[in-house]
């Protein structure tokens, strides 16, 4: 069985439209224009990792939401997992940048840190 | 009285300020909100920062670097303040300044402006229509999902096929915003092709290239847009209408230098760049007034924003110690295929090579060619690959514009 990848190379400003096959296990790239965009195609395909950010829910905060993301780049099929477990996480301020909000999210092995500090506001 | 005003703590704002506060000099900033940070607060995706730290960050992330700065060098910081007024044409300056305490009087030797840019909105680009609510700008919906977690809409169209655009897209998709359909004139996206992957087409995000929003549709909300196909001039073809139903139209139609400030005082614009004209280190046609960051012209990275802010603050430094100025300026224009360009004249004397930015009109391999008024070519540097949405960084050396008047930078494809 075979399957095709449809992938825009960010190596350049160029932004070639790349084509990737994978025929039982076997990698091929077509429409690249240097072998950057080969390589690019090649790793995309085998293991595509994506920082993921969102946000959470703060109480006693300036502002109702606290920006989060992932502290690494997590599987690109992970994606919607990270963003499910972060439903409904309620935190409370204060926070600081770079602190951990959810230790191994979606079993990924990688935690979620708040992006910013975040004050105590009295209300 | 103060050494430096910087008017606008964004990124660009907080560069310059901790660059100056770091040479020694008696530094303000004078922020409008209540906190220090600029747009950067709703920008929570990552890839800010990789130019200047090394590695991606949000802009948060990217903000908090400076904040931490800025707070360390004990800088001032009006925070809620609006300015009012500037009186910039003497060697000392006065900002009159309204804030929660009343109105205030702030001198000081030098004014750095980074008030940044405003977003277009639909009456900008013809669209035509009732006016209901559920018409955003990209970067209004941005704050509002990003920091009150409220969503738009379930049913979203997106004009426009820029960045700020795509980013909204994903933000939305991943939000839970049942469909998302971005629309753009333009035969593909217009934006940086690494937000076209992360953002469109890791989700598989719909499309429309070609496509543009005629008509808005609704009386109290919005009930849909009328679409049209367009040709390769963007002209309407007759016959390809169609209603689509959508609760929601944001608007990413492009940026635009927040100027009204500058040309309060006097200060020249540049038709192109719609920000204003600026010399090597980004000191405005007013003395002792500089620009920087996306007042000057539209940056694709706040890196880049950020280095437009490090040359003012050099150019500050330059004008607090009354250093030398050329007997006359060299103009530095557009020539072929170059849409905008950055700084527009060399005004001092230095050793330092000059920086300019510049976006270029054509699509592919290409010369960027430094040449004066007969032709003759000064310098050059090759470009595997440019393209309209990408803005190109030049370093022109001092000793070419020797005797030169003015001198031209063309995009030559090969």
Redesign the interface.
Known sequence: MSEVY?????R????CRLKVMVEEGRVTVDGYECLEGKKYGEEEVKNPK??????V?ILNA????L?V?TAEPVP?DK??DV?NALKGVVVKAPVK?GQVIIENVAETGVDVIA???MECVEK | MKDIVIIGGGPSGMAAAVRLAEKGYDVAIIERK??LGGIL?QC???GFGTKIFGV?L????F??EFIEQVQKLGIDVYLKTYVKSVEASGKVKEIITVSPDGVEIIKTKSIVYAIGCRERHQFEIKIGGTRPAGVYTAGMVQRL?????ILPGKNVVIVGGGDVGMIVARHLY??GVDSILVVFPEEFFAG???N???CI??FGIPYRPRTVVKEIVGKDRVEGVILVQVDEKWNPISGTEEFYPCDAVILSVGLVPYTKKLTDIGAEIDPRTKGPIVNEFFETTVRGVFAAGNLVQIFDYVDDAVESAYLAAEGVEKYLRGEERLERPIFINPGENVRTLTPHRVEWKDERPITAFMRPAIEGKAWIIVRNERGEILEKSFR????P??LERIEISRDILENAEEVFIDVRGL
């Open positions: 449809e992938f825009l190379c960010i350049c400003p160029k932004g994506r920082i993921v950010t969102s946000t829910r300036k502002y109702p939401r920006p993301r690109k994606i919607l963003i940048r992006e910013r500090d | 209540e906190e607060d929570i995706h990552d991606a949000s802009g948060p992330e903000a908090g999902v990003n920091l009150y977690g991943l939000e940086l092709p690494r076209v992957q992360q087409l890791d595997r690959y440019v393209r949405s990408t």
